[in-house]
């Protein structure tokens, strides 16, 4: 394994860590570390479209809310079932990370939402942050679980 890979695997072991985390009952939510996965400033492209923003305090607000709204909707755990890494050069890569999010539904029922996010990495400045990401369309994932 590179010492690029080694640096997106750990970067995302952590991430996931805190996703799952956040989720629990309490919550341990960890906003300084989620906010310190990601670049000073970042973009993000859904079927919804493309935003980009700073990872400033407006960004770490809204970091509880996000946790807040998958736990309303009767998330449970948030884990990774695959991570490949593509290197592009050598402080350049992309993340293709198959995420597994546990939930159980208003009705008592549990289930599974599986997706995979695309992460653009960098590590310019010496450790691995996230520039860029490509994620589905969640809000339907969510509607088509029933969970919204």
Same mark, same amino acid.
């Given at each position: 394994m590179t010492k690029l890979e080694t640096k997106v695997r750990a970067l995302f072991d952590a991430y996931a860590k805190r996703s799952d985390d956040a989720l629990q009952d309490p919550p !341990? #939510? %960890?906003? %300084? *570390? /989620?906010?310190? =996965?990601?670049? &000073?400033y970042f973009v993000g492209s859904s079927p919804r479209g /493309? +935003?980009?923003?700073?990872? %400033? #305090? $407006?960004?770490? =607000? +809204?970091? &509880? @809310? *996000?946790? =807040? !709204?998958y736990h309303a /909707?009767? *998330?449970k755990h948030m884990t990774i079932k695959g991570? @490949? /890494?593509?290197e592009l050069d050598h402080c350049h890569a992309i993340a293709d990370v198959d995420w597994d999010f546990a939930y159980t539904n208003k009705a008592g029922q549990s289930g599974h939402v599986t997706f995979t996010n695309f992460y653009f990495v960098t590590t310019a400045d010496g450790a691995a942050k996230v520039f860029g990401y490509v994620t589905p369309d #969640? #809000? $339907? =994932? +969510?509607r088509d679980h029933g969970l919204i």
């Open positions: !341990r #939510e %960890d906003v %300084d *570390g /989620v906010a310190a =996965a990601f670049a &000073p /493309v +935003m980009g923003g700073a990872n %400033d #305090e $407006q960004f770490r =607000a +809204m970091i &509880p @809310k *996000g946790f =807040a !709204r /909707v009767g *998330g991570l @490949k /890494v593509t #969640e #809000e $339907q =994932a +969510m």
